[in-house]
């Protein structure tokens, strides 16, 4: 849809990308990689947020975009790009709701992972996807409508990585 200026001259909006597209290692991300602006702690799970563990990453993308969620709306999502990892966060307490999911583990109390430490920081190893407005008030997936979307997904990757 094309907006007007005060000139005349038809601007378009830009469209949103796509989770997929968010998640895509593109030459651009590697070289932010590579001029090393990309600080990265451990953080201890289970406190504000549970991490849902997804292997492989486009099962994680895939349940995301079934559940018509906003790229632009801010949730903490972290991908691996080396492991092949996506990392959702969700609040404290739902690992119930994920219990016997194929290719799905919850990271809470007693688990660390490692994040980039502010969001202008990225790695191959801590990637934002879904890019917090507030990291001290971050905005976390509904549990129940990922495991659910997992839960329909997943007996289809799970049969792929077996064979």
């Known amino acids: 849809m094309a907006k007007s200026s005060a000139n005349g001259a038809a601007r378009t ?4 990308p796509t989770w997929h597209e968010l998640a895509a290692e593109t030459d651009s991300k590697r070289a932010h990689w590579v001029r090393g602006r990309n600080h990265t702690e451990f953080v201890a799970c289970g406190e504000g947020w549970q991490a849902v563990s997804v292997r492989p990453i486009h099962l994680g993308l895939d349940a995301l975009a079934a559940m018509h969620i906003g790229t632009s709306r801010g949730y903490l999502i972290v991908a691996d790009h080396l492991r092949g990892v996506l990392y959702v966060m969700v609040p404290p307490g739902s ?11 919850v990271l809470g109390r007693g688990h660390q992972l490692l994040m980039p430490r502010s969001v202008n920081d990225t790695s191959a190893a801590a990637d934002w996807i879904g890019v917090p407005c ?11 409508r990922l495991a659910a979307r997992l839960q329909d997904l997943a007996p289809a990757y799970a049969k792929a990585v077996a064979s």
Do not use: N, Q
């Open 13 to 16: 909006k830009s469209p949103t």
């Open 95 to 105: 690992d119930h709701l994920f219990a016997g999911i194929p290719c799905v583990r």
């Open 134 to 144: 507030d990291l001290d008030d971050p905005l976390l997936v509904a549990p129940d």
